[in-house]
């Protein structure tokens, strides 16, 4: 079954039941898929062929659903991007994916006209709201009275979006999918965490991004369950809204839970009726998620680490794993997909050895779109070579501790800045904190901190020293420190280290 098919018999099965809700604006099943048939008619009659690549930059909102489901309707392919990205990136993205159309909300129609402005491929670009520049269409008036299938004759090997990875080590890569991996890794979170067709979703990351869009909205068509999206990540509407609307199922990124948690208000709302929490698309410190579930009073978290080339498949630790193992990223594979831990020879690891983490099975990507290269060295012998390093303890429990390209290596010795991370996130006084390795003529690198205070602190150096060396080996303590007002993060909520490096002004560094 493609994830078509799963919104239609849905519709079929169920058609008055709340398919998506969004501020003052709801829709039955019935009500979506009709007018998903009427956009994707609507952009047949455009022109847009089956295998056509049609890029979004789209806020979280309903017309994101629509539009995302309208494109698969109609064979086009979905290249959704990230609405964070400045000029030269759109363009680059829009280039090398070969979008013919763009749809995007109002406020991007110009970055959007500007980025496509030396690119031919891209025929048209149609807004959410009323365009503000010539020639552009509306989402309204592309709309066909026609709310029929659209009866485009789809398979499982059809590509279904091209995921362009967070870019934390410089231009992104596109991810392909097909049906039959979007369906399996689909079916996969949903047995893995146990979703059912009552389910309430809360959607609070960016849906452009992996984790979102398949963890939470494509389960949901396919459940037949209920989302609420919301377009930005505010503490006091999510909470309203888990209280309004007895969300059953709440994902997010550890620096939203941060955000969360330290929102004033937060004892005023009632969350009891979110049965199941899951964090990933970054680690998560053991102590962060033991403050999660002192607050909701609950201890069925669910780890899951996996990357946009997986799918977002990967490995994960189940609520019953966490009483002992907390901290770890888990020990096995999603359902259809296997893992371990390498050496750079490809041999697995042993216990407290350091490897490679590697993934394989029917969830991978297809490839990296018009890179072969590329594709040939991060899939090699079927296994998808994920970049991400970690150790495996005697019971198999694999603990992340870098990303491949983020060790630092000083005066020959191996610092995880993960490790480092961590240790620094428990600091009372510390509202985010990066590692990263500077150049240094005596020991090759040295472990660089750059910290964000909490609002209205500050941090004496002496005391940092004292309490890091509480907790690490003393290589390990950064020998320099820089004070900034905030970290570059993508809207993921990954660090995007490349730009740290870039932009670093390392005669702030303290030593």
């Known amino acids: 079954m493609n994830i078509v098919e799963a919104l239609v018999r849905n519709t079929a099965r169920q058609p008055e039941k709340t398919a998506i ?16 048939n009427r956009f994707a008619n609507g952009l047949i009659n455009l022109g847009v062929k089956k295998g056509e690549k049609v890029a979004f930059m789209l806020t979280n909102s309903d017309s994101f659903a629509i539009s995302y489901y309208a494109c698969l309707k109609i064979g086009a392919v979905v290249v959704p991007m990230n609405f964070r990205l400045v000029e030269r990136e759109v363009s680059y ?3 090398q994916s070969d979008s ?11 970055l959007i006209n500007e980025a496509k402005s030396t690119i031919p491929h891209v025929r048209q670009v149609i807004t959410v709201e009323k365009p503000t520049i010539i020639g552009n269409l509306s989402i309204e008036s592309v709309l066909s009275e026609n709310d029929a299938e659209p009866g485009i004759e789809l398979n499982d090997y059809d590509d279904v979006h091209i995921l362009y ?3 934390t080590t ?10 039959q991996r979007v369906g399996d890794i689909t079916v996969g979170i949903m047995a893995t965490l146990g979703y059912h067709s009552e389910e309430r979703f809360i959607h609070i990351a960016p849906l452009f991004h992996a984790a979102q869009l398949i963890i939470c909205l494509t389960n949901s068509f396919f459940l037949g369950a209920t989302s609420v999206i919301h377009r930005e990540f505010n503490p006091a509407n999510i909470f309203r809204d888990i209280e309004k609307y007895k969300i059953t199922n709440f994902f997010a990124v550890p620096t939203m839970y941060k955000f969360l948690l330290q929102y004033p208000d937060k004892d005023q709302y009632d969350v009891s009726s979110i049965k199941r929490f899951s964090y990933g698309a970054a680690p998560m410190s053991g102590e962060q998620v033991k403050e999660c579930m002192r607050f909701f009073k609950s201890d069925n978290f669910y780890s899951l680490c996996g990357l946009t080339e997986g799918g977002p498949s990967g490995i994960y630790l189940t609520p019953e794993e966490h009483k002992e193992k907390v901290g770890s990223a888990g020990k096995k594979g999603l359902l259809f997909t296997e893992a371990k831990l390498v050496t750079p020879e490809g041999k697995e690891t042993k216990p407290g050895e350091v490897g490679e983490l590697i993934l394989r099975g029917c969830t991978i990507m297809k490839e990296y779109y018009k890179k072969p290269k590329e594709t040939a060295e991060t899939i090699r012998d079927g296994w998808l070579y994920t970049g991400d390093l970690g150790l495996k303890d005697e019971d198999g429990y694999v603990y ?3 990303r491949s390209k983020d060790m630092i290596i000083t005066g020959g010795e191996n610092v995880y800045s993960v490790e480092v991370e961590n240790v620094l996130s428990t600091h009372p006084l510390i509202q985010d904190a990066a590692i990263i390795g500077t150049p240094d003529s005596e020991w090759g690198e040295v472990v660089t901190a750059i ?8 941090i004496d150096r002496t005391e940092l020293e004292a309490f890091c060396r509480k907790h690490l080996s003393p290589y390990k303590i950064p020998r320099k420190v820089i004070f900034k ?3 570059p993060r993508n809207a993921s909520g990954k660090l995007m280290k490349y730009k740290l490096r870039e932009t670093i002004n390392i005669s702030d560094s303290v030593r």
Request: charged share 25%.
């Open 485 to 487: 007002d905030e970290l």
């Open 100 to 110: 013919v159309l763009v749809i995007c909300d109002q406020v991007y129609e110009g």
């Open 170 to 179: 410089g231009n992104p890569k596109g991810a392909v999918f097909d049906h």
């Open 451 to 458: 910290i964000v205070p909490k609002a209205g602190e500050s």
């Open 165 to 167: 990875t967070s870019g």
């Open 21 to 36: 809700i969004f501020e003052d604006r709801s829709f039955t099943y019935s009500e979506f898929n009709k007018q998903v």
């Open 93 to 95: 993205i829009l280039d």
């Open 400 to 402: 992340i501790v870098d």
